[in-house]
């Protein structure tokens, strides 16, 4: 049930750098000239992503994972620091400039209903990138349109319908159709199954992986727990107070952990066995008492394994 480490971050020239990224909110002068207190979402990461990788961005609520996607997509700036697409910054671009880059970089949120447009039919709400970037018109679009809804496993004839007509599952296969609509060769993932029912998350997932094949499309894959992770994607990162703790390939995660926040996040990850499950031991990690040290950086631990330290 795991995945090839086929797509690693040394293998190709990496799609996706980021260099030393910062994100602080607040800060500056208050009142009377007094200096705010900054939240520094995030507090310098660097990971890169290869064409047709998926990393996994995992952590507590807070640590900073939705920031990071939306720095990455310039759809936020950041505080400091670089984001490049195949070797160009796309920091401090002009809206001009940046939308080639917008076509081919896309995302899918966690809530699929609040995504979608009410009072669009779900054909229209897909359609719309191809209208906005002069892709393609008429029955082209529409052909183009039923392709992508067989694409994403639903029935090109509810592309009349309204959202609401939907389940939860087909609601975020429409919002996925919108992304890959635009041919993107990556696609930020934010806790996109954790809204879902139980049931349906793997089939999401599933159809994530078939599109990664067919199309070679690279995943930034926030989550907020480890199990469908490992099903998914090729390395781990994993963040804690706006830091990166510990990124490996998915394997070494999940077999040789070695920050102890890293192996707290192993430990609550449910065992079926119920037998093993009763007597399992949940390791906590107090994050107040042991925050990442400003002045610790990523050291290479084991191939491609790097620990804060
Ligand atoms: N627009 C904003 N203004 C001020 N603070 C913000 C803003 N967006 C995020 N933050 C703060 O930045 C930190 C990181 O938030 P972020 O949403 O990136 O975390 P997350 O890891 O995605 O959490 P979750 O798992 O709950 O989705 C939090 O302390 C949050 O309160
Ligand atoms: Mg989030």
Do not use: W
């Not at 709400?125 to 018109?137: M, Q, R, S």
């Amino acid at each position: 049930m795991t995945r090839p480490t086929s797509a690693t971050s040394s293998a190709d020239a990496p799609l996706v750098s980021v260099r030393d990224l910062t994100k602080h909110y607040g800060g500056g002068r208050g009142f009377l000239g007094a200096s705010k207190f900054a939240v520094k979402a995030i507090d310098g990461i660097s990971f890169d992503i290869a064409p047709g990788e998926t990393l996994g961005l995992v952590g507590e609520s807070g640590s900073g994972k939705s920031t990071t996607g939306r720095v990455v997509l310039q759809l936020e700036s950041p505080t400091g620091g670089d984001v490049l697409f195949r070797g160009q910054s796309l920091v401090g671009l002009s809206p001009r400039q940046l939308k080639p880059f917008r076509r081919e970089m896309q995302v899918v949120f966690q809530d699929p209903y609040a995504a979608l447009n009410p009072r669009m039919t779900v054909g229209d709400f897909v359609a719309e990138p191809l209208i906005v970037h002069k892709l393609a018109k008429g029955s082209e679009r529409a052909d183009r349109t039923a392709e992508l809804f067989r694409r994403v496993g639903l029935d090109p004839a509810f592309m009349k319908r309204y959202p609401h007509e939907f389940s939860g599952g087909q609601r975020q296969r429409v919002n996925i159709a919108r992304a890959v609509a635009m041919e993107p060769s990556f696609i930020v993932a934010d806790e996109p199954i954790t809204a879902l029912d139980v049931s349906i998350q793997a089939q999401i997932v599933n159809l994530f992986q078939d599109l990664q094949e067919s199309l070679g499309i690279a995943y930034l894959f926030v989550a907020h727990d480890l199990s469908m992770v490992r099903y998914l994607c090729h390395r781990v990162a994993v963040m804690l107070r706006g830091r990166i703790v510990e990124m490996a390939p998915t394997e070494a995660i999940f077999t040789d952990a070695r920050h102890p926040y890293t192996r707290a996040l192993l430990s609550a990850i449910p065992v079926p066995d119920p037998d093993i499950e009763a007597n399992r031991r949940h390791l906590a990690y107090d994050v107040d008492a042991n925050p990442p040290a400003p002045d610790a950086a990523l050291r290479e631990v084991g191939p491609d394994h790097f620990l804060l330290a």
